[in-house]
């Protein structure tokens, strides 16, 4: 009896039904400077994503969280064509900043009231919807690793362009499974999900 081998690719992930990453028709805002009560949502500035873990009171990470950041980004943003490299050595000037600085936030340096967290841009680029370095402030205790590391993973989703279901074109409901860790409820899911996976590699 003769065995016939045939390779069958994967099927491609099908385009979702919605727009979930800026510009969008719903979330066109220009990126500029901002701080955490100013901030929109850009994209960062290139496929190669180099993040630090702040080491400074008051936003210093604690191991614990630090390593909880390093395996959500393993574990949801590398698989994506995102490449992610940490910075031990990280630039915050001209015109190649480390790309993502995560903070704590204490009492002396908060997040917003009523906030889980805040990302914004530290480091405006040239492009329209771009941003050379973005902040990501996440309130202690323990923020990175509670839900799964989701909260880290939705800041992170805001980082690179990902936006809420209300400002996807046509609107998502905030609350829809399909949005992943980009959710705007309670859930928190804890995967950035197939959906956001798409806009990454569409976009970078």
Same mark, same amino acid.
Request: glycine share 8%; proline share 9%.
């Given at each position: 009896?003769?065995?016939? +081998?045939? !390779? $069958? /690719? *994967? @099927? !491609? =992930? !099908? *385009? @979702?039904?919605?727009? %979930?990453? $800026?510009?969008t028709q719903a979330y066109n805002y220009v990126c500029v400077n901002a701080t955490i009560n100013t901030a929109v949502v850009c994209q960062t500035d290139n496929a190669d994503v180099y993040w630090y873990a702040d080491s400074n009171d008051p936003g210093e990470l604690e191991t614990d969280d630090q390593d909880a950041v390093r395996s959500m980004l393993a574990d949801e943003y590398s698989p994506t064509d995102i490449a992610i490299h940490y910075d /031990?050595? @990280? $630039?915050?000037?001209?015109? !190649?900043?480390?790309? +993502?600085?995560? =903070?704590? %936030?204490? *009492?002396? =340096? @908060? $997040?917003p009231s009523g906030y889980w967290g805040v990302t914004w841009c530290n480091g405006q680029a040239p492009a329209t919807y771009e941003c050379d370095q973005t902040y990501v402030r996440i309130a202690s205790p323990d923020g990175y690793r509670i839900h799964g590391g989701s909260i880290a993973c939705h800041e992170t989703g805001h980082a690179v362009g990902l936006v809420h279901g209300n400002d996807a074109y046509p609107y998502v409901d905030p609350g829809?499974?399909? +949005? %992943?860790?980009?959710?705007?409820?309670?859930e928190f899911p804890s995967a950035l999900g197939a959906n956001n996976a798409y806009f990454i590699n569409y976009t970078y």
């Open positions: 009896m003769i065995i016939s +081998l045939v !390779a $069958v /690719s *994967a @099927p !491609a =992930q !099908a *385009a @979702p039904s919605y727009d %979930g990453i $800026v510009p /031990s050595s @990280p $630039v915050f000037e001209g015109d !190649a900043e480390t790309d +993502l600085i995560y =903070q704590e %936030g204490e *009492a002396a =340096q @908060p $997040v829809a499974a399909g +949005l %992943g860790c980009m959710v705007n409820e309670d």
